[in-house]
C-alpha cells in the first residue's frame, strides 16, 4: 500500500502538467494565428515652388519744395520731382497661378524741423504705366487710383498709419498677376503723385510756419491659384 | 432441514459456479473493429495585400479644399484585398507612415498638407463611399490632425497618423484613398514692408533686359531699388502602412 501512493501522486502530476502544457500551447497558437504588417515602399510627394513678389522703388522720390494748394488737374500733371515711380514683380516657379497684391501708403514722420501737415490736406493720385507697344520707348499712363485724400486712405480705423489704396472701377486688374506659365515673371508699374489739395486754406502759411507731409508705399500679395 | 441446507448450499455453489464460469468466459474474449470514417484536418490560408498606386504632385501652390479635391494627380490609392480559406475576422489599422521624412527640415509640414480620406466598400454603389477622420466629400483636414490617433488592432505597428481601423473576413476588397493638397492658409507673400523683406538689391531696372539707370529709364522703365519677399518651396512626403491581426471570437 505504501508503495502505491507515490505512483498516484506522479499520475496526477503528470496529468495536470500535461493539461497545462496543451492550454500554454492553445492560448500561445490563438495569440499568434494571424497578423500582417505591410508598409509601402513608395512614398507620396508633394511639393511647392518658389514665390516671389519684389517692390521696386525709384531713386527719384516725390521732393517737392514751396508746395502750395493745388487743383486736381493741375497735381495730375506733376512732373519730375512731383512723381514717384515704382514697380511690383511677381515670380512663381510652381504651378501656375494668381497672385493678388495690394497697394498701400503709410504715413511717415516730418522731419525734425517741420509740422506735419493734416490728412485731409494732402491728395495722391496713382496712376498704372504701360509701353505704348506703338511708340517705341513712350509711357502711357492710365489712371488707376482718382485724385484721393489721404485722410480717405488712412483713416481713424486704420492700423500703424496705413491705408490701403482703392483702385477704380475697372481698374483692379492690375492688382492680379495671371501666372500661365511656370517660372513667369510679371511686373506693373505705376507712378505716384502727391499734391496739398485745393480746399486748404494757405493764407495762414508764411516764412516761418513748416510744414509737410510724408509717405511711403507698400505691397502685400497673397496667392489663388487657377483652378 | 440437512437435506434444505445441502440444497441451499448446492443451488448457491452452482450459481457461484455458473459465475466463475461466465466471468471465466469473458476475460477470455477480446475483438479488434476498426472503423471505417477517417478524420481528418487540413489547413486554410488567409492572405491580404495592399495594391498600390502612389502620386508624385511637383510645383504645386497652395489653394482651397475644394480646388485641393478637384485636383488630378494627387491621389494615394490602397485596394486592400483579403482571400480567404476558411473563417477568420481579422482586425486592421490603416495609417500614414514615414510622414515628412524625406524633408522635415523644409518649410512644407504637416501643418501646410490637407488630405480628404475615404474608403469605397462597393465601387457600384456611391453611397458606400465613407469619408474617414473628420474629412467630408468638400473638405480636407490637416495632416497635422492625424499625429496622435493610434491604431485599434495592432497599436505596436500603428502608433500615430491613423486613416481607419476595421474588420475584414471572407474574400473581399476594400479601396482606400487619400488624397493631398497644401492649404491654402499657407500664402506665399506677406507685405512687402521693412519688416518682411527678405532680399533687397540696389540699381535695379524693373526691366531685366536693361543693366543701366540710362538704358532702364529711356525705355520707360523704372530703375532704383528693389525689396524682394520669397517663399522658397517644399516638399512633404508620406507613406501607408497597414497592420492586422486576427480577432479571437471572445475578443
Given at each position: 500500500m505504501f508503495e502505491e501512493e507515490p505512483k498516484e501522486n506522479h499520475r496526477a502530476s503528470f496529468t495536470i502538467l500535461g493539461i497545462f502544457v496543451l492550454l500554454l500551447t492553445v492560448v500561445g497558437v490563438a495569440i499568434a494565428a494571424y497578423t500582417w504588417t505591410y508598409t509601402s515602399n513608395n512614398a507620396n510627394s508633394i511639393s511647392t515652388g518658389n514665390i516671389s513678389m519684389s517692390l521696386l522703388e525709384s531713386t527719384d522720390t516725390i521732393s517737392i519744395e514751396n508746395a502750395l494748394p493745388m487743383s486736381d488737374d493741375k497735381g495730375k500733371q506733376l512732373k519730375n520731382n512731383g512723381t514717384f515711380d515704382f514697380a511690383v514683380t511677381t515670380e512663381a516657379s510652381g504651378q501656375p497661378g494668381d497672385i493678388n497684391y495690394k497697394l498701400s501708403i503709410t504715413e511717415d514722420n516730418a522731419d525734425s524741423d517741420y509740422t506735419l501737415l493734416n490728412k485731409e490736406q494732402v491728395k495722391v493720385y496713382l496712376t498704372v504705366l504701360t509701353n505704348n507697344e506703338d511708340a517705341e520707348n513712350e509711357v502711357l499712363e492710365t489712371q488707376v487710383v482718382k485724385p484721393t485724400k489721404v485722410s480717405d486712405i488712412i483713416t481713424e480705423n486704420s492700423d500703424n498709419e496705413t491705408g490701403v489704396l482703392t483702385f477704380d472701377e475697372g481698374q483692379?486688374?492690375?492688382?492680379?498677376?495671371?501666372?500661365?506659365?511656370?517660372?513667369e515673371t510679371i511686373t506693373t508699374k505705376y507712378r505716384l503723385r502727391m499734391w496739398i489739395s485745393d480746399d486748404v486754406d494757405a493764407s495762414n502759411w508764411n516764412e516761418s510756419t513748416k510744414y509737410q507731409y510724408k509717405l511711403k508705399i507698400n505691397a502685400s500679395g497673397s496667392i489663388d491659384p487657377i483652378q | 432441514m440437512d437435506n434444505k441446507k445441502v440444497l441451499t448450499i448446492s443451488i448457491v455453489a452452482v450459481v457461484v459456479l455458473v459465475i466463475a464460469i461466465i466471468s471465466t468466459s469473458y476475460a477470455t474474449f477480446s475483438a479488434q473493429i476498426s472503423g471505417e470514417k477517417e478524420n481528418k484536418l487540413t489547413t486554410g490560408y488567409v492572405t491580404l495585400k495592399c495594391d498600390e498606386e502612389v502620386f508624385t504632385l511637383n510645383d504645386t501652390s497652395p489653394m482651397t479644399d475644394e480646388e485641393g479635391i478637384a485636383l488630378e494627380s494627387n491621389e494615394a490609392v490602397c485596394t486592400l484585398s483579403s482571400e480567404m480559406k476558411g473563417e477568420m475576422t481579422v482586425g486592421y489599422d490603416i495609417a500614414l507612415d514615414d510622414?515628412?521624412?524625406?524633408?522635415?527640415?523644409?518649410?512644407?509640414t504637416e501643418n501646410d498638407v490637407k488630405v480628404q480620406i475615404y474608403k469605397i466598400?462597393?465601387?457600384?454603389?456611391?453611397?458606400?463611399t465613407k469619408y474617414l477622420q473628420g474629412t467630408s466629400e468638400n473638405t480636407g483636414t490637416y495632416i497635422a490632425n492625424l499625429k496622435e490617433k493610434s491604431g485599434t488592432y495592432d497599436t505596436e505597428s500603428v502608433e500615430n497618423y491613423l486613416i481607419d481601423s476595421d474588420k475584414i473576413t471572407g474574400t473581399t476588397q476594400v479601396i482606400y484613398k487619400v488624397k493631398a493638397w497644401v492649404s491654402n492658409?499657407?500664402?506665399?507673400?506677406?507685405?512687402?514692408?521693412t519688416n518682411s523683406v527678405t532680399n533687397s538689391d540696389d540699381g535695379v531696372c524693373s526691366n531685366s533686359e536693361y543693366n543701366t539707370q540710362a538704358e532702364c529709364e529711356s525705355a520707360g522703365e523704372v530703375w532704383g531699388n528693389s525689396q524682394k519677399s520669397t517663399q522658397t518651396g517644399g516638399t512633404f512626403s508620406f507613406k501607408l502602412k497597414i497592420g492586422a491581426t486576427q480577432i479571437l471570437e471572445d475578443e
Open positions: 483692379t486688374q492690375h492688382l492680379t498677376h495671371h501666372h500661365n506659365k511656370i517660372g | 510622414v515628412d521624412a524625406e524633408t522635415p527640415d523644409d518649410d512644407l466598400t462597393n465601387e457600384q454603389d456611391p453611397a458606400q492658409n499657407k500664402n506665399g507673400v506677406e507685405n512687402i514692408q
